[in-house]
């Protein structure tokens, strides 16, 4: 007799983890702070897989909220995860990755074939450069995943903090950038 699978493997589950950086992709909590759980991007009862492409590092308080939701959105986000249905990662944020460290940073743009089109942006003024072609496989292992800009901007300034290249701490940046986007936006 074979065990039924009742979720993903405990191998999936830290794979996520780590490529997640044990941090809620909804609500950026790390583990350290709150018990991290896996959760389902597309929810199993909506059609969704346990492959780890449909999973994400989520905090107890997030997963637990989310449920079954497709467009679950913690109140500190501005966006929740756009476009699931179908188009696998598209809307998400992306960082790609060199040896463990945050190389290139983008978001995705579209689903193209079997290859996600990823538009690059300049660390330089976060202006527009090129679209890379990627495989799914790239981005599960290769790349970390963020629902939200906020996040994708916090993950960065931490690893900056971390290299001892930022001055005035996370938070105070992370605000000074989201006011700079929202003044661009109005």
Request: charge should be neutral; proline fraction near 2%.
């Amino acid at each position: 007799m074979t065990k039924r699978l009742d979720g993903p493997s405990d191998a999936a589950k830290m794979r996520v983890m780590r490529r997640d950086r044990y941090t809620c992709a909804y609500c950026g909590a790390e583990g350290k702070d709150v018990e991290l759980q896996i959760d389902h991007i597309v929810p199993v009862a909506k059609g969704g897989s346990h492959h780890i492409s449909n999973l994400v590092t989520a905090c107890m308080a997030c997963n637990q909220s989310k449920g079954a939701s497709l467009d679950y959105q913690p109140a500190n986000s501005r966006k929740g995860i756009d476009d699931m249905n179908g188009n696998g990662f598209s809307g998400l944020f992306v960082h790609t990755l060199k040896n463990g460290r945050i190389h290139n940073q983008g978001q995705i743009i579209r689903k193209d074939g079997e290859l996600y089109a990823v538009q690059l942006f300049s660390f330089f003024d976060g202006s527009p450069t090129n679209v890379r072609l990627v495989t799914s496989d790239f981005l599960v292992n290769e790349c970390r995943l963020y629902a939200t800009q906020e996040q994708w901007i916090r993950a960065h300034l931490k690893e900056m903090e971390q290299d001892g290249t930022l001055s005035g701490g996370v938070e105070a940046n992370l605000e000074m950038i989201i006011g700079q986007k929202q003044k661009e936006e109005n």
